[in-house]
């Protein structure tokens, strides 16, 4: 029974069932076994929900089965025996194959809740190692990777507690002076601070105390202990793997079908000698020397603890602090999602002496780069860090609670009045004061209850040991805490500090692949590939899995900060005869090669000496792009279609959008352009109210690589919230945002083609759009089974052109459940009809809307079985449109393993729902939750649902 979700849906559908019990010929213990259970209730409630035992527990409790089976009546009896039976079978196989440091697993999967009968489903388990101990991100990869990493783990595994603290808030409020404070070398060094320029990382340890110390001097002896740690573990376990012999049970069947979708081929163990000769080979190198006399050392000791091998080392804990100091500047904003996640602890800053309504002053502003505008205010800036933090931690779309991970700091006690009494209390109100816009929201679940007031000229202040408490407090109640990894990926961490620490901040895969051979234990491609991965998702490194970039690793996340600070900031000693080429870029934000390679010349050390992989970096992450060549879009014939050209050429010089400063001339001539024939504004919606607007500008780099920049009088139609570009000879796409709604509309200036006939045309800028900015969400939260960052809506088309914003707004999937709305915002009050907002930007999904009005009946069971069946990738947006909650379903998700079971895990939330809406949940609702869905796939990604006539 490998798949025991697919019995299920034969049981569903056939109304038949045979199972057999096999063990594994292939000694591969993960493959599961199972058999039928009639009447398996009672034997189910004998377990009281324990799902895992050990060899003697499950002894134990067969002979307890066997005195009770006496004194059941006859249905009871007979289920026990049948268990019983089956049950000794297995235990026998399992003792014959000596896997007793295996644990057994039962799930009791119930063939329907009105029915009595189950399935007995039964696996051998590491301890420990079961998928629903995994840590959160091997758990959200693909099933080989989470196979990879089970193996990985039977080597040895390590519980992690790292805190990754993040000290944000607006420039010159005291962040770098308070990170100082928490830590012991820097306050008792009296380090004066300097203004921090992108980000500023530091490393620290935790003391038993509860002080921090930089790790610098106990980086070598940090890993050291960890490696005594796992090494003792290992040892006290004696978990030896032994070959499989061929059980000697009764029936065994030979397995004839493998599946081989998600299954990874067992490799080959390496030898005792092979092991050996790698040794020797590789004593001598960093990776190896400083470990072969902690392992003599390990093995030759006795138990005692004053026999046990010392880390030279100040009394300390095995937890690791690092402290991101962010700079407060707002030209640094739109680089966050690099570094913000859920995986952090904050400190939000925010200055005292300051009015929440004060308006913001900064020498070089640019915040309209990140949203914030010449008139925003200390408590724009305040919301602008909680909403990016609720956006960048991945709480919009995932199923765990929101465990608060924020601390609101008020700064500058000294400059306040009164009492300290008094500043307490002035300090609670204005944190009351600042919190009230999310009154509402989910994002006050991020704030912890505690907030504190510092002085951070004096460093001595107990305040500041009550902030480290608090810190490590809310670490520890954080899911991630004590999370389990292999213990040999400890070599490869330190490999990684110890590359950072000689000034490497990128290096390629052949270097690392090199230095990952010299290990004891190398990783293979595979494994180092997925530890690359994870260390990305955990913000320790930039790996990204690409074409271009995967041969590249970024050692220091924060150098890409760096990076971009070269084409943001203003430059000194420019060269005067590059001055044109420097005022276009200012002006225009046209990066020429030439200005490209002075602010390469000019840069530091570390960056200039990456400079050829530097581009490859910033295009990858839209932060600049190359426009099209106009010659490219002449003629129809070179056209592939609206997501770009058959064999696109490019000019040689970049784009770079975040520069783009100069404001549109009179917004609505490219809008809402006269005389033209226009589509209807599609509008991308974010949900909480927020968007980094670095999402617009890495829109419009999507857009300059994919179609040419109009152009009128000569000038690029490129400005500061809106571009213009040509997709076809006559046809123009505009693109624009205000707040946290990105626009857009295509117009046409042909006398002879109506852009009705080309709704084709339409539905690919469209896609190609939609695809973009799911990109970018999927980058800034914790990928959940769908994003939900943001809804499209269309305006309503009778809006008059000087009220664009925020207005006539209507949800598209609404218009799945009715044929039309009622449009409040405009003159007059009146109906907009599906056809109306659908013709162009959705014509495929409009003409397949069916009338459903003969559906209006109860959803049946089989109904939801074909459901089932035929859901793809839509599966996630169906249970969103169907009312369900993303917390419950994630729940089912797990619970019934969807990742390999999807069709099982649609047909359960169908029950759920069918449960919770009771009459209401009819096969009209059903049918169009379907389409609603469905309505970013076209025809070739989905199989049509039908429902059967009812039989009268």
């Not at 050990?54 to 004194?71: A, G, H, V």
């Amino acid at each position: 029974v490998d798949n025991i979700e697919k019995i299920l849906l034969a049981w569903n559908s056939k109304r038949s069932l045979y199972c057999k019990l096999r063990f594994s010929l292939t000694g591969n213990c993960h493959k599961p076994s199972g058999f039928l259970l009639k009447h398996g209730k009672p034997v189910k409630d004998c377990m009281h929900e324990k799902k895992e035992f050990e060899l003697p527990e499950m002894e134990s409790f067969i002979k307890d089965l066997r005195d009770k089976r006496n004194r059941c009546d006859t249905d009871t009896e007979q289920a026990l025996t049948v268990f019983i039976l089956n049950m000794s079978s297995f235990i026998h196989g399992f003792k014959r194959n000596k896997l007793n440091h295996q644990r057994i697993q039962i799930r009791f999967i119930d063939l329907f809740d009105e029915c009595s009968s189950c399935v007995v489903h039964l696996s051998l388990v590491n301890p420990g190692f079961m998928i629903d101990q995994f840590p959160s991100d091997p758990k959200q990869l693909d099933a080989q990777s989470a196979e990879i990493f089970a193996k990985a783990l039977k080597d040895g595994s390590e519980r992690v507690k790292n805190i990754r603290l993040m000290v944000v808030g607006m420039f010159e409020v005291g962040k770098t002076s308070l990170a100082n404070n928490l830590i012991k070398d820097l306050r008792d060094g009296n380090v004066i601070p300097v203004s921090t320029e992108g980000i500023d990382l530091r490393r620290c340890q935790l003391m038993t105390n509860g002080d921090w110390r930089l790790d610098k001097e106990h980086k070598s002896a940090k890993y050291k202990e960890r490696y005594i740690t796992a090494l003792k573990k290992a040892l006290e376990s004696k978990e030896i793997n032994v070959p499989l012999t061929t059980p000697n049970t009764i029936d065994v069947p030979e397995e004839k079908e493998i599946e081989v979708d998600n299954l990874i081929t067992e490799e080959k163990p390496v030898s005792l000698e092979t092991i050996s000769r790698h040794v020797e080979k590789h004593k001598d190198d960093a990776g190896t020397k400083d470990y072969l006399p902690l392992v003599h050392d390990i093995l030759n000791f006795n138990g005692h603890e004053n026999d046990q091998p010392q880390v030279p080392v100040e009394q300390k804990t095995n937890t690791t602090v690092s402290v991101w100091d962010f700079a407060g500047q707002t030209l640094y904003y739109s680089t966050h999602q690099f570094f913000l996640n859920k995986r952090s602890i904050y400190l939000v800053l925010m200055d005292m002496t300051k009015s929440l309504n004060e308006k913001v002053k900064e020498e070089e502003l640019s915040g309209t780069w990140c949203g914030l505008n010449q008139e925003c205010t200390y408590l724009d800036v305040f919301k602008f860090w909680l909403n990016a933090i609720h956006m960048y931690s991945g709480y919009k779309s995932m199923s765990s609670e929101i465990n608060p991970t924020v601390i609101l700091v008020g700064t500058r006690k000294d400059e306040m009045k009164g009492t300290d009494d008094d500043k307490e209390i002035q300090k609670d109100k204005f944190f009351e004061l600042a919190l009230r816009p999310f009154e509402r929201s989910s994002i006050v679940q991020h704030i912890h209850n505690k907030k504190f007031l510092v002085n951070n000229l004096s460093p001595k202040d107990s305040v500041f040991d009550e902030i480290r408490k608090e810190i490590v407090c809310l670490a520890k109640g954080q899911d991630y805490w004590g999370e389990i990894y292999p213990v040999r990926w400890i070599q490869m961490e330190q490999l990684f500090d110890r590359l950072r620490d000689s000034g490497e901040q990128v290096m390629n895969m052949e270097a690392i692949n090199e230095a990952n051979q010299s290990h004891i234990y190398p990783l293979n491609e595979k494994e180092l590939s997925l530890f690359l991965k994870i260390q990305h998702r955990h913000g320790n490194i930039l790996y990204f899995d690409t074409e271009h970039l995967k041969h590249l690793v970024v050692l220091a996340p924060q150098w890409i900060i760096e990076v971009f600070k070269c084409f943001i900031t203003h430059k000194r000693n420019k060269n005067p005869k590059l001055s044109e080429y420097w005022r276009t870029y200012e002006d225009l934000a046209i990066l020429k090669p030439e200005v490209f390679n002075e602010i390469m010349d000019s840069s530091p050390k570390d960056v200039n000496k990456n400079r050829d992989h530097i581009l490859e970096y910033m295009e990858y992450l839209d932060v600049m792009a190359k426009p099209l060549k106009s010659e490219d879009a002449e003629g129809t014939n070179e056209q592939s279609d609206a997501a770009g050209y058959l064999n696109p050429t490019f000019l040689e010089f970049h784009i770079v959008p975040c520069r783009l400063k100069n404001p549109p001339p009179p917004i609505a001539q490219f809008t809402a352009p006269e005389h033209r024939e226009k589509t209807p504004v599609l509008c991308f919606v974010f949900v909480d109210n927020f968007m980094p607007p670095s999402f617009f500008h890495r829109l419009v780099a999507g857009c300059i690589r994919t179609w040419c920049i109009s152009k009128e009088n000569g000038q690029y139609l490129l400005f500061n919230g809106l571009a213009v570009f040509e997709i076809g000879a006559t046809r123009f796409l505009t693109i624009w945002y205000k707040d946290h709604i990105i626009y857009a509309r295509i117009s046409s200036c042909s006398k002879e083609c109506t852009l009705e006939l080309e709704f084709k045309l339409c539905e690919e800028v469209r896609i190609k759009l939609r695809e973009s900015l799911l990109n970018f969400v999927g980058q800034t939260l914790e990928k959940p089974r769908t994003p939900t960052g943001f809804e499209e809506y269309i305006q309503c088309p009778d809006i008059k052109k000087d009220s664009l914003y925020n207005v006539g707004l209507f949800r598209l999937a609404d218009f799945m459940y009715n044929r039309e709305l009622t449009c409040k915002d405009c003159l007059k009050c009146h109906a907009v009809g599906r056809e109306e907002v659908m013709s162009y930007w959705y014509k495929e999904q409009l003409d397949r809307l069916d009338n459903d009005d003969g559906l209006n009946e109860p959803a049946e069971e089989s109904d939801l079985l074909s459901v089932a069946k035929f859901i793809d990738k839509e599966f996630w947006l169906l249970g969103i449109q169907l009312d369900l909650k993303d917390a419950e379903m994630n729940k089912l998700y797990e619970d019934c393993d969807g990742r390999k079971n999807r069709r099982t895990f649609v047909f359960k939330y169908m029950v759920m729902w069918q449960k919770k809406k009771g009459e209401k949940a009819t096969r009209q609702r059903l049918n169009r939750a379907i389409h609603a869905a469905r309505l970013n796939f076209s025809n070739d990604e989905i199989t049509p649902v039908t429902f059967d006539a009812k039989k009268t």
